[in-house]
């Protein structure tokens, strides 16, 4: 397993806030989403302030 630094910065008006809900649009999943789409592995984030 190896971690990744990730610092991002984004307008959350059209979604339902940070952490995965079922069947809302939120941040932490559309980013998984699109990082196992690149890489074709599953990925989990774990977010801090």
Known sequence: MRNIKLTIEYDGKDFNGWQKQPNKLNIQGTIEE?????????????ASR
């Open 34 to 46: 699109v990082i196992e789409s690149i890489t074709g592995e599953k990925v989990e984030l774990n």
